[in-house]
């Protein structure tokens, strides 16, 4: 399956049918990938560094609520 999204997550323009030559970011390989089109290569980095951003989640309670007690 192949999706494509043609508005720009940062800025939350709809780019659809101006996305020629935009910067885009593929993620998946083989018949499942994503594809997202971005207004400009300056959105495609700050998309990029939320996607690589360590987590400050603690996990370490599972119980069942999964509750955050630190």
């Not at 101006?18 to 997202?36: A, I, K």
């Not at 690589?52 to 609520?65: A, G, K, M, V």
């Amino acid at each position: 399956m192949d999706i494509f999204s043609t508005t720009d997550p940062i800025s939350g323009k709809d780019l659809h049918g101006r996305t020629e030559g935009l910067p885009c970011y593929v993620e998946g390989q083989g018949d499942q990938f994503l594809t997202v089109h971005f207004e400009s290569e300056a959105n495609r980095q700050a998309y990029l560094n939320i996607m690589t951003e360590p987590s400050s989640s603690d996990l370490s309670n599972n119980t069942d609520e999964w509750v955050d007690e630190g």
